[in-house]
């Protein structure tokens, strides 16, 4: 069983009787001290004797010790959902990350990295095959905001690639139904939903207060507006693009580098919709999801990123290009 | 000289395959080889912004192609 910072500060708070064991070897204890907790030392091999109370074994990120319950089969004993790296973040504010321990465990991201992304906005416009996966894992990983721009309603040709959506919420506005589904996912998320079509006239009052735009559209006007504003408000973009088993990613106007026109003109030519020249339901997933994890490296400052590249996927072959655009005369 | 074409999305459908392997006559650039793929194309790539990239770095002026040297034709997509 696990137990989270949460629920443990709840057990101190009511004087539930049980006894914490701390089984992180000297040198952890030293360097990552616990607070608010009364612990016995103990190690994998020699866990303190019991009779009724609760057992919770505590280690650095809560992996060890949900390792250690599973294989001895402890009755009566909770491992501490990412450990006393949740638990001390956890004191710091009363915000309890635990449950994205799995990810607050890699370096790159840690809790500072967490609550970056617990402080930011993204805003995704265009809910549909792409901005779905996007919005889902974005909202899964902890972001705090999240804005869905999409004038749009859910049709039957929808569902195939659009996951957020079932057939009993054809014809209702994507952002309302995406609204629910994603709040749903995680109670520390606010979304805020625009049934809108992001236009010239109020694309900078929508993206303003964004820290990165994910474009999820699906049609090269609405793109270029995105890109102008970007560039404006020198926020990021997101850029992708699909074209049946194919696509495209590239982070856009970040730290001065490239926008969409700069790579392909200000008047480009070509480039069906989904609807026009198809798409397999998975491609989107991927390239959305792509999209997600550029976004969630630009607020954490995770390098190198896609920024001054594009990424050509293939569904076919596997085989994955980046092309450097700094440009070569 | 020979040059491998990468070819992406319209273009990929347009000429048949993903990538082509060019005899240039030395002294060929990149709009050269851009000219020959949309006639072999047969109009399919008349409507379509091509971008050009040599050894997966960008060029937007045409640039003189070397014997081995990789040569990606990225058109724009517009699904989302």
């Known amino acids: 069983m696990i137990i989270t910072p949460q629920e443990l500060h709840n057990w101190v708070s009511t004087g539930r009787s049980f006894i914490v064991a701390d089984i992180r070897p000297e040198e952890q204890r030293y360097h990552f001290p616990i607070s608010g907790l009364e612990t016995i030392i103990a190690t994998a091999e020699n866990l303190p004797a019991r009779k009724k109370d609760p057992l919770i074994l505590i280690c650095q990120f809560g992996v060890l010790t949900e390792e250690l319950i599973f294989e001895k089969n402890l009755e009566n004993a909770y491992s501490l959902l990412g450990g006393v790296q949740s638990w001390e973040a956890f004191q710091i504010d009363k915000l309890d990350l635990s449950r994205w321990s799995r990810q607050t465990i890699l370096p790159e991201i840690g809790m500072s990295g967490q609550r970056k992304l617990q402080d930011s906005k993204i805003t995704i416009v265009g809910i549909g095959g792409l901005g779905c996966p996007a919005a889902q894992t974005l909202a899964a990983s902890g972001l705090g905001n999240l804005q869905l721009i999409d004038g749009d309603v859910v049709e039957l040709s929808n569902l195939h690639r659009q996951p957020l959506y079932n057939k009993n919420e054809i014809g209702h506005a994507k952002v309302s139904v995406a609204y629910n589904s994603l709040q749903n996912l995680n109670d520390n998320l606010t979304v805020i939903a625009k049934e809108i079509h992001l236009d010239e006239s109020n694309g900078q009052e929508l993206l303003k207060d964004t820290d990165v735009i994910i474009d999820a559209t699906d049609n090269i006007k609405t793109r270029q507006v995105i890109d102008r504003i970007s560039k404006i408000l020198g926020i990021p973009m997101v850029y992708g693009g699909l074209y049946r088993f194919e696509g495209q990613v590239a982070v856009l106007n970040h730290n001065g580098g490239p926008g969409y026109e700069d790579i392909f003109t200000p008047d480009p030519a070509g480039g069906d919709t989904c609807g026009e020249a198809g798409v397999l339901g998975m491609l989107p997933a991927i390239i959305g999801n792509i999209q997600a994890l550029e976004a969630v490296k630009i607020i954490i400052d995770i390098k190198p990123s896609l920024s001054g590249k594009l990424l050509l996927y293939d569904g076919i072959t596997h085989e994955t290009n980046i092309i450097n655009l700094g440009v070569k005369v | ?80």
């Open chain 2, 1 to 80: 000289m020979k040059v491998l074409v990468k070819c992406f999305s319209q273009v990929k459908y347009a000429i048949g395959s993903n990538e082509l392997t060019v005899t240039l006559k030395p002294g060929s650039n990149s709009a050269d080889l851009e000219t020959m793929v949309r006639e072999q194309s047969a109009g399919a790539l008349d409507d379509v912004t091509l971008r050009t990239a040599v050894n997966k770095h960008y060029v937007i002026e045409p640039v003189l192609l070397e014997d081995g040297d990789e040569v990606a034709f990225i058109p724009p997509v517009q699904g989302g």
